[in-house]
């Protein structure tokens, strides 16, 4: 299942997304927990540009 998600992602317009995944601290606990999204490819420096 996973390989058709991700193969359909890339003909068309899937090309210009890409999947961006970061590391975020909690404030409350200290642990560190992943922050994913698929966002266009213009956008992808402010995502990870944001502390949140």
Known sequence: ???KAISTLRTGA???M???IKMVKSEKTGA???KE???TNDKIK????EKK
């Open 37 to 39: 999204e698929v966002l």
């Open 1 to 3: 299942m996973a390989k």
């Open 18 to 20: 890409t999947k961006c």
């Open 46 to 49: 402010d995502f990870f540009a």
């Open 32 to 34: 560190y927990a992943f």
């Open 14 to 16: 899937g090309k210009s």
